[in-house]
């Protein structure tokens, strides 16, 4: 019986095709989708946040002790790139590429909070993503550092 033979190696293939989309689709989406959107952007030179990340809230008040930890979490961590006062000049700028943001432009400034921490959290080369090296609260605290880059 040839023909019965190509009948169940057809479904056995089809049920091969099948378990292999399941198994991909079982991955969280959100994360495959960030990573997606990550990818894409390396190397290009227009970075957007995406529309979801607009609504997240900060969760911290903008005061003292907030901007205060900011400030040292960004001396420590992100000046060395974007410059003690943010605006892009630190040591290691002359040698990387894309360079650097200028955290007080007004094209930086005019995001959103959530945009701002999705960024820091996300990363795009040759910024490293901040997700797992510093919390949530110490991202929110940086994005509040960042307003009040260009109040002083
Ligand atoms: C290795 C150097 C480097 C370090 C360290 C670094 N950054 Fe960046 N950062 C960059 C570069 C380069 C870009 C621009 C990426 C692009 O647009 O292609 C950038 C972009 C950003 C942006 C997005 C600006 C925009 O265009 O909207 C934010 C916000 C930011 N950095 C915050 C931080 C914070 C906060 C830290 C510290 C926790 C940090 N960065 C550490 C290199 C760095």
Known sequence: MRSSLIFKIVILAFVFILSQSFLTTGKDSKNAKDEMISYFQVGGTDWKAPTYADKLKNPLAVDAKATKDGKNLFTTNCSSCHGDKGDGNGPASATINPKPKNLTSKQVQEQSDGALFWKIT???????????????????????????????
């Open 122 to 152: 996300t990363g795009k080369q040759p910024m490293v993503s901040w997700q797992s090296a510093l919390t949530e609260k110490q991202r929110w605290s940086l994005v509040n550092y960042i307003r009040q880059l260009n109040k002083k």
